[in-house]
């Protein structure tokens, strides 16, 4: 028999704004998703930004530009990220990414979107589940359709990033800090 453990967020005043939300209702989403952001790249350890600017979540994205099926993906990624040593949360966050994104007519649009979706999703599944039963979701149906709810507005707002929507290394860095701001609501 296995068991899983969560890891939730940490213990910080950042976290805890979020969780405010989780438990109001009245909270819109586009809030929450903005909190979600600002936390995750403001923690003692683990900064999101920093993970998913690596190098390899953009070698991951070029993967899936040239896949023609999802073996070949998979197998290229795997070979990728231990060739480089850089396995992290960040290529497992983009190894997801990119297999969702191979049935896309734009896999690089698709591939930012489902990057930053899943990276949303990873972070609200830490700690929500806790909260099902009162506040916004009282039935694990409901607690789908938030999740849902975010990832779609995370969709929405990374779509709505312009400039450089490339996968290439060197301007790699600044186009996932321009989404990143953009999620969390400030002025890129």
């Known amino acids: 028999m296995g068991t899983s453990v969560n890891q939730s967020s940490p213990k910080t005043l950042n976290w805890d704004a ?67 040593k850089s396995s992290s949360l960040g290529a497992d966050i983009a190894r997801r990414a990119a297999v969702q994104c191979l049935v896309s007519r734009d ?27 009162s506040g916004r979701a009282r039935t694990v149906p409901e607690s789908l359709q938030f999740r849902a709810a975010v990832e779609e507005h995370v969709a929405a707002v990374v779509n709505r990033v312009r400039g ?8 790699w860095r600044k186009n996932v800090r321009d989404v990143i701001k953009a999620l969390q609501g400030k002025p890129r």
């Open 164 to 171: 450089h929507r490339d996968l290439e290394t060197r301007s």
């Open 107 to 133: 896999r690089t649009a698709a591939y930012y979107q489902r990057l930053f979706a899943e990276a949303t999703s990873y972070l609200v599944a830490r700690d929500f589940p806790g909260f099902v039963g």
């Open 18 to 84: 979020v969780h405010a939300g989780y438990r109001n209702p009245e909270v819109p989403v586009d809030r929450i998703a903005s909190e979600v952001w600002r936390a995750a790249t403001n923690q003692p350890l683990g900064d999101l930004e920093s993970l998913l600017s690596a190098p390899i979540v953009a070698r991951v994205g070029q993967l899936a530009l040239r896949a023609r099926n999802v073996s070949e993906l998979t197998r290229a990624a795997a070979s990728e990220i231990v060739r480089t």
